[in-house]
């Protein structure tokens, strides 16, 4: 009675178009209201609760402004460029340059929507310039985006971590081949699909141009390394991590690249400018913009922007973890783990069911969202009957990302629509050959644990636990 | 008529001495008091953590929890005491102070803010583990070592001269793993339990200090039970206390065998010599609390050291 | 120009709080690693902030929009049917506010009562705490503008940017410097 009660409000508050915080936390007071002893008070308490003590959640304010900074700095473009100088003159080559530079881009970003529209916006329109038909380069895009949340960072991943308490440096660690993986079988099936429809490719500009090109985009690659490295060589933890990757989103961005900001178009180094003034200059430039960067329009642009990403998410986590709340204190978990307990299902029978109930949620609401309500439900069944809670929570990732290619709420879909200015229905017709390997893949996430659990427990053994 | 419900709420999994000894006061209770009180076990912070739990009892919607006894800095100053180093000598002398006059006072110490201590339960005696072999004080110079929220433990390692670091529970494996932390103090069961064993080369036997529980209860709750029924639940509650305090027991050994076995660190075992040097160094950390906890008690504390 | 300047600080005070949550972070980090040292104060700090960042910022997200809702079903009703429908979303999030406030001003009551403070610094927990009230105060105040905006006809929804939308402009920025499309 109650579960009902909770899920037709929630569902009832949707359709009329609330935001889904408010949606998520109206159903959940009232359900307390209505069916149980719990006071008010205590809600609010738990609404502080959820926004002030889950510190590994702070990873996505952080990582949502490094994103920021990346992507108006003008990084995804020079990331382009060294994708396309390794793979490009491969035959269909600038397509996989495209998923390589998804790649890439997801490897420092932790977004899906964010990769697709930093990447896609330059390479869609180059290759319809080459020869390709432009449904071909959207679909690509579109499905390749998606690796933002499977390639280390992930913000899904940390919204994981954070609802089950299972490590997020190990769940990064988990999502590597994995995303390495994806990006492999879309290439092979893009390689297969420029043969049969012959799509030209680019004549190999020699390794000058990969060193030039990959030269331009260190600034970029570097905080691959910066977030990687400063997790796994002993630095940081992956929320510190995110931090550190901001600030140094924000001094590429501003003092390096200087696509934006102050220094905006200032030169490195002047003509005929001796190599010590230029560093004089430079020092003395920096260290005068710095405070300007305060009243900036540029940088108080990307700080706007991500402030309102980050609080319209954590505002939803907060809300989801009251719902949450209330299902634990109803109990409703619990009975259900019972229930499907008590069909006996096996671990192979149970995946299914979790796929299915995951894409059909995937279907309508936002991935932190369905994790948060979903998580604290399949979690505990799944540990009874012995899935390992990496495994399972890679599954759950990848049955996001298909989420965001599928109708009606799919945010990947409404980028792309907005970058080829197609409509939605295009785009997913566009990209729905390319689900189908995504499809594919999570059959193969779903039952080959190895993929997923191979690089923590190999960098376990080798540690020597 | 309705059964009185009592929601327990605690933050470690159930296969834990505080979870058993839950389960155990929620079993015995269905038992005696069939039909008339419930209770209900909420384990892994599900309903809430640590730091906000308290606040849901003075509300009125969560009625027993057992938090750690550095958790009440917040509630009473008194409770320090179980922190200061080197106090009791083995957990037999906490028990002996404990169920002492001067311990079953210091369950009162949260009174004034409508809280009641209901008993003490044991998790065990501390030890030091890190990621390089700490014999003498002067080994832990330097390093920085994980603690929990409390100024008698940031105390203890300043006075090592080490760096005390507060960070959260669920990033410190992360953070000792990568060796970004070099160590942290824990009791045998929760090294062993969170794995922190296979991330630490070396642990040394210090007991220096002990990691203890406070089962509490709001007064409002308390007192507004029947008297025939609430000395029925304290009796059922002082029975799952004293199976905890044996499970604790108990697991302190076999996780430390474990660790042994395990072979993936060092035991180090001081002797007394060694002992003596660390007692030296830390114990003056009792001395910068005295006005606060009341010398009284730390006399009293530290007399239980002598069986009677 | 009053109200500009009220809007400039509201922005100034959302970025401020994320850029210093941020710097904190930050800093602990170059302590531990850089100068071997941290202070005892800065996690709870740095936890309250991100929760007064968002309960502050919530307000701003309805005024701007940028609260992800699901609009598919709305959409599907001529523009009355829509400004009903959306209004009726309206009272239901203002009595979700009136719901949380009531129990933020027991609470809030409750621990002022009892006196005590955050773990690590020494600031009463019902004024850390008080964002709850501020927050929803706001909140209620830009759901009640919204409501007003729907019912003379300005508005017919919750005006849903969404994180597709906010990508989106990079987009729109990214084409204007390579002079695309
Ligand atoms: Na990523
Ligand atoms: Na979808």
Excluded at chain 1, 156 to 175: D, H, I, N, P
Excluded at chain 2, 92 to 108: E, M, N, S, T
Excluded at chain 3, 84 to 90: D, H, M, S, V
Aim: one cysteine or more; charged letters at 15%; proline letters at 4%.
């Amino acid at each position: 009675m109650t579960t009902v009660g909770l899920f037709a409000l929630l569902f009832i508050c949707m359709l009329l178009g609330m935001p889904i915080a408010l949606a998520l936390g109206l159903s959940s007071i009232t359900t307390i209201l209505l069916f149980s002893n719990d006071s008010l008070a205590s809600i609010a308490l738990k609404l502080f609760e959820s926004l002030s003590e889950h510190y590994t959640l702070l990873a996505i304010p952080f990582f949502i402004l490094s994103s920021a900074f990346l992507s108006t700095g003008g990084v995804a473009k020079r990331i382009i460029r060294f994708a396309l100088s390794v793979v490009g003159h491969i035959r269909g080559g600038i397509a996989m340059a495209s998923v390589m530079a998804c790649m890439i881009f997801a490897a420092v970003s932790g977004s899906s929507p964010a990769t697709v529209a930093a990447i896609g916006t330059i390479v869609i329109t180059g290759m319809v310039r080459a020869g390709y038909p432009e449904s071909f380069a959207a679909g690509v895009i579109t499905n390749a985006g998606t690796l933002g949340i499977l390639i280390p960072p992930s913000i899904v991943m940390l919204v994981y971590a954070a609802a089950t308490e299972v490590s997020a440096a190990r769940m990064f660690m988990a999502g590597f081949i994995p995303g390495l993986m994806m990006g492999l079988i879309l290439m092979v099936a893009i390689y297969i699909a420029a043969r049969i429809k012959k799509i030209p490719s680019q004549p190999w500009a020699g390794f000058r141009e990969v060193f030039i090109a990959g030269g331009s985009a260190f600034g970029g690659l570097m905080l691959i390394i910066i977030v990687l490295g400063s997790i796994y060589g002993g630095v940081a933890s992956p929320t510190e991590a995110a931090a550190v990757s901001a600030v140094y989103a924000f001094a590429i961005a501003v003092f390096g690249y200087r696509d934006m900001g102050p220094l905006k178009n200032v030169p490195w180094r002047l003509e005929s400018e001796s190599v010590g003034t230029a560093i004089l200059r430079n020092t003395g430039q920096i260290i005068k913009a710095l405070p300007k960067c305060v009243t900036d329009k540029d940088v108080n642009k990307v700080l706007l922007d991500a402030s309102k990403v980050s609080i319209m998410l954590l505002f939803i986590i907060a809300n989801a973890m009251l719902f949450a709340h209330v299902l634990t204190s109803e109990r409703i978990p619990h009975h259900l783990a019972e229930l499907i307990v008590s069909w006996g299902l096996s671990p192979w029978m149970f995946l299914v069911v979790v796929n299915l109930l995951l894409l059909a949620a995937g279907n309508f609401m936002e991935p932190s969202a369905i994790l948060l309500i979903m998580a604290p439900i399949l979690f505990p069944i799944a540990m009874k009957l012995g899935i390992d809670p990496i495994h399972l929570g890679i599954i759950m990732v990848v049955n996001m990302e298909i989420g965001m290619l599928t109708p009606p709420v799919g945010l990947n879909l409404f980028v792309t629509a907005g970058i080829t200015g197609h409509s939605i229905g295009w785009v997913i017709r566009a990209a729905a050959p390319w689900l189908i390997l995504l499809l594919f893949f999570l059959i193969i996430i779903t039952y080959v644990p190895q993929v997923s659990l191979f690089l923590p427990e190999f960098l376990d053994k080798l540690h020597g636990y | 008529q309705k059964p009185i419900v009592i929601k327990f709420s605690h933050v470690v999994a159930e296969n834990t001495p505080k979870g058993q000894m839950a389960n155990k006061f929620r079993d015995l209770v269905a038992e005696r008091l069939k039909g008339k009180v419930e209770v209900e076990v909420y384990p892994n912070s599900q309903l809430f953590g640590d730091n906000k739990v308290l606040e849901a009892m003075l509300l009125g919607d969560v009625q027993m929890a057992a938090p750690s006894l550095s958790k009440f800095s917040r509630y009473t100053k008194k409770l320090q005491l179980y922190d200061l180093p080197f106090l009791f000598e083995n957990i037999d002398a906490v028990d002996r102070f404990q169920h002492g006059p001067a311990g079953q006072k210091l369950l009162q110490s949260v009174s004034k803010k409508g809280l009641i201590g209901l008993g003490y339960l044991h998790n065990g005696m501390k030890q030091l583990t890190a990621s390089k072999p700490l014999r003498v004080p002067e080994d832990a110079r330097g390093l920085k070592f994980r603690i929990m929220s409390s100024d008698v433990l940031a105390a203890q390692f300043k006075a090592l001269g080490a760096i005390p670091l507060k960070k959260p529970f669920s990033e410190v494996f992360t953070l000792l793993q990568t060796k970004a932390i070099d160590g942290q103090e824990n009791t045998w069961s929760n090294i062993y339990s969170k794995k922190f064993y296979e991330v630490q080369p070396y642990i040394t036997e210090s007991n220096h200090g002990v990691l203890d529980y406070m089962v509490v209860t709001s007064q409002e709750f308390w007192n507004g039970l029947p008297a025939d029924i609430r000395a029925e639940v304290k009796s059922a509650l002082d029975e799952a206390i004293a199976f905890g305090n044996q499970v604790a027991k108990e697991k302190a050994k076999s996780d430390k065998q474990k660790i042994i076995d395990s072979k993936r660190c060092t035991l180090i075992e001081l002797t007394p010599a060694e002992r003596a040097q660390w007692v030296e160094v830390m114990r003056p950390v009792w001395k910068k609390f005295e006005r606060q906890i009341g010398k009284d008690l730390i006399d009293a504390a530290y007399a239980s050291n002598q069986a009677k | 120009m009053f109200l500009r300047i009220l809007n400039r600080t509201e922005e100034a005070i959302i970025c401020l709080l994320l850029v210093l949550t941020t710097l904190l972070v930050f800093a602990d980090v170059v302590m531990r690693f850089g100068f071997n040292s941290g202070f005892m104060w800065t996690q709870e700090l740095t936890l309250h902030m991100s929760a007064w960042f968002v309960l502050f910022g919530a307000s701003y997200g309805i005024k701007v929009g940028s609260h992800i809702g699901m609009d598919a079903f709305v959409k599907l009703f001529p523009p009355l049917g829509r400004r009903i429908l959306t209004a009726i979303g309206c009272l239901l999030g203002l009595l979700y506010c009136g719901l949380v406030l009531y129990g933020s001003w027991i609470y809030l009551a409750k621990v002022k009562k009892i006196g005590i403070e955050l773990e690590d610094l020494p600031i009463p927990a019902w004024i850390a705490h008080g964002m709850l009230i501020v927050g929803f105060t706001f909140l209620s105040i830009r759901i009640l503008l919204l409501l007003r905006d729907v019912i003379i006809g300005r508005a017919d929804g919750f005006r849903h940017a969404d994180e597709a939308k906010e990508s989106m402009e990079i987009v729109e920025e990214l084409s204007k410097e390579e002079g695309l499309k």
